[in-house]
């Protein structure tokens, strides 16, 4: 006898792994591996929270109707485009469940999010990654390499894992190289943190055609990642497919009240986004005196890159940092193992980053 046997390409799969959480033997960890909100959740949104507890044992709203109206108001959109999930890594997997198959391709840029290839193959179809320049992703390379059998565009504008970012005119030109056919996928997760004026969401681009769809997420500025809430705002008829193939209370109830007390918190996004860009400057400035190269960067996050050479390297840098109670992520799985990418974090976590590398490069 035989065991089921799981549909060609699944086994290809690396399965994603998540920042660490943990240190054995060390009682107070700064963890900054994986672009957490650094300010962690609204406290409207805590109470919101702790509110659902008497009714757990009710069905949540299939419909998200409350939390996609707060979405609407909050940045002018249309409530019938949005669709709601479990996280916005939910709703990348469901746009490609939904419009990839097998012998189909999935296009993203060299170092963009390890969810998108992950997608393809679980879908059968083959990923491609086109390169980057200067770590940011081409317009023209990725217009270069569409092929007949290229389905979805995925664009992380911010990208993560580098930080770096296309303006809004450069995206619009990626979206009208590509064929009607194929759906362009603005994944927006940091899209709060940028504070460039040429920067755009994606949102425009969404109305103005039927083959844009903007992801979003409250992992990030609004801390709650361990909620799984996310959005997309999509054409109505992407939208249409969406509501049919997500679970039909893919959101819980606790997640929906949050999120909605978390959007209407204008005051503390405002603040976390504050934070978030004095803190990544002192800490970019820091690094520099400290003979680091920092990729420029308008998430809650930066790319730092280390020189060649045992004990210097990014590896050493990592396990010194470690030994301190420091996590930050290593970047081997996106092609970047010179590379640690370190979220930014409280004042004091900051400071307590920079101080370590300061004696890991004997500064």
């Given at each position: 006898m035989t065991s089921p046997i799981p549909r060609p390409g699944i086994l290809d799969i690396s399965p994603y792994v998540g920042g660490q959480s943990k240190l054995t033997g060390v009682d107070r960890v700064i963890k900054l591996s994986s672009n957490e909100g650094a300010l962690g959740a609204s406290p409207k949104a805590m109470a919101a929270y702790r509110a659902t507890a008497g009714d757990m044992h009710r069905y949540p709203d299939g419909h998200a109707t409350a939390l996609r109206g707060a979405l609407a108001a909050r940045h002018g959109l249309d409530v019938d485009r949005i669709v709601c999930g479990s996280g916005s890594d939910e709703l990348l997997q469901l746009l490609v469940r939904g419009y990839v198959g097998p012998d189909d391709?999935?296009?993203?840029?060299?170092?963009?999010?390890?969810?998108?290839?992950?997608?393809?193959?679980?879908?059968?179809?083959?990923?491609?990654?086109?390169?980057?320049?200067?770590?940011?992703?081409?317009?023209d390379h990725l217009l270069a390499a569409v092929t007949g059998r290229t389905r979805i565009v995925f664009i992380a504008n911010p990208n993560n894992p580098t930080g770096t970012y296309l303006p809004a005119a450069e995206i619009k030109r990626l979206r009208d190289g590509l064929p009607d056919h194929v759906l362009l996928v603005i994944d927006s997760a940091y899209a709060e943190f940028v504070d460039r004026n040429d920067y755009g969401s994606g949102a425009d681009l969404v109305e103005a055609g039927d083959n844009v769809v903007m992801t979003r997420t409250?992992?990030?500025?609004?801390?709650?990642?361990?909620?799984?809430?996310?959005?997309?705002?999509?054409?109505?008829?992407?939208?249409?497919?969406?509501?049919?193939?997500?679970?039909?209370f893919n959101v819980s109830s606790a997640a929906l009240a949050a999120g909605q007390a978390a959007v209407e918190d204008t005051?503390?996004?405002?603040?976390?986004?504050?934070?978030?860009?004095?803190?990544r400057e002192w800490f970019t400035e820091k690094l520099a005196g400290l003979g680091l190269e920092a990729v420029p960067s308008v998430a809650n996050f930066v790319l730092v890159r280390f020189p060649e050479g045992a004990g210097r390297n990014a590896p050493a840098a990592d396990a010194f940092l470690r030994s301190k109670g420091i996590i930050v992520r290593a970047m081997d799985s996106y092609g970047l193992p010179d590379s640690l990418r370190i979220t930014i974090g409280r004042d004091d976590e900051m400071q307590a980053v920079i101080a370590a590398l300061s004696e890991f490069r004997g500064a």
């Open positions: 391709e999935v296009l993203y840029s060299r170092h963009g999010f390890l969810v998108y290839p992950i997608a393809a193959k679980a879908s059968g179809a083959t990923p491609v990654a086109a390169d980057e320049v200067e770590l940011t992703a081409s317009v409250f992992s990030k500025i609004y801390g709650m990642g361990g909620l799984r809430l996310g959005w997309a705002y999509c054409p109505p008829a992407v939208a249409d497919v969406l509501n049919r193939i997500r679970g039909p005051a503390f996004v405002d603040l976390a986004r504050r934070h978030n860009s004095y803190w």
